[in-house]
């Protein structure tokens, strides 16, 4: 359950997520076939030492079923940091030098992305998770000038990011990943508005969305928590998540505000891309949406 002004660092509640989605590129990275390449990932789920650890090195084995249940998660978390990799070399490639990362948790892209120099990325999150990751990250140098705002999103994280040396006059190149249901739908339909307001033209802009209701997915929740608890992990993410269906589709909500918005799935992505993924991934793959949308 959330509450207002809730906070957290890596080991607990909304933090936790982070560690889980870095483990799952720890794991991709690992494949022989990996569509990228984190070497962050691994380093820094292992200096979190939880269960996730366990899960990555083997000391906690899950059985097939289990593995099954992952499979849909996994390939949507290579879909997604494929398709935000190549976002970000697009937005290089257009001449952003400018370059927001919402809700960065573990992302390690300022670091392992080759940016064009002049480039400042700024990295949004809670202070504990921001100050984890600079601890363990500590001997790495960034690609670019990396600014670490530690802010609340739900809060005026706006002037936080003035305040680092934004500026909104040049175009920006935004990210917002795994972020959106971790915010009440106030919180969210401001970040949209703010990103709205801040964006010069030219600016672009990259979301995941979610379309689908918990009940649905409630056998499949289950025995991921069974699964997880064997890491020692206690975790529903869906319970982390702000109960509220009513919210802003963000797809819909940049069209209407004049910006040109492409979307794809990750079923479609990962084809595009060689990577072959069985049926039971689908229900997973199938109910997120990656968008990507420009200020013309
Ligand atoms: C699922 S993780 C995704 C992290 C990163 N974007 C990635 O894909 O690896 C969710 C992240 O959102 C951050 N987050 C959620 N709500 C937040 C809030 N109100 N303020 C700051 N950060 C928040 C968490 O701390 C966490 O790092």
Redesign the pocket.
């Known amino acids: 359950m959330r509450e207002d002004g809730d906070s957290?660092d890596v080991t607990e509640s909304?933090?936790m997520?982070?560690v889980g989605?870095?483990a799952m590129r720890a794991a991709e990275t690992a494949r022989p076939d990996a569509l990228f390449q984190d070497p962050y990932a691994e380093k820094l789920v292992a200096a979190v030492g939880s269960g996730w650890a366990k899960l990555m090195s083997g000391e906690v084995t899950v059985d097939d079923a289990d593995q099954a249940r992952m499979y849909g998660m996994a390939s949507f978390m290579t879909a997604r940091t494929v398709y935000f990799d190549e976002y970000f070399a697009a937005t290089s490639a257009a001449g952003i030098r400018q370059v927001v990362i919402l809700?960065?948790?573990?992302?390690a892209r300022a670091y392992r992305l080759e940016w064009p120099s002049g480039t400042v990325v700024y990295e949004?999150?809670?202070p504990k998770?921001l100050a984890f990751k600079a601890a363990a990250l500590a001997d790495d140098e960034p690609a670019a000038d990396l600014r670490e705002i530690a802010?609340?999103?739900?809060e005026d994280w706006p002037k936080a990011l003035r305040d680092k040396g934004f500026d909104p006059v040049n175009p920006t190149a935004w990210l917002a990943?795994?972020?959106l249901r971790?915010?009440p739908a106030d919180a969210q339909d401001r970040l949209l508005a703010d990103i709205d307001a801040l964006s010069a033209p030219g600016s672009r802009v990259a979301i995941n969305t979610w379309s689908g209701v918990r009940a649905e997915n409630s056998e499949l929740r289950a025995a991921r928590e069974e699964m997880l608890a064997k890491a020692g992990l206690t975790i529903d993410v869906e319970n982390l998540w702000y109960d509220e269906d009513d919210r802003t589709p963000p797809v819909a909500w940049f069209a209407a505000h004049g910006w040109q918005v492409e979307t794809t799935d990750s079923r479609t992505l990962l084809a595009a891309h060689g990577r072959e993924v069985p049926d039971i991934a689908d229900t997973e793959l199938l109910r997120h949406t990656l968008m990507t949308a420009t200020r013309p």
Not at 103 to 107: I, M, R, V, Y
Not at 151 to 154: A, Q, W
């Open positions: 957290w909304v933090g997520t982070a989605v870095a809700a960065a948790g573990l992302d949004l999150d809670q998770v802010v609340d999103l739900r990943e795994g972020l971790y915010l």
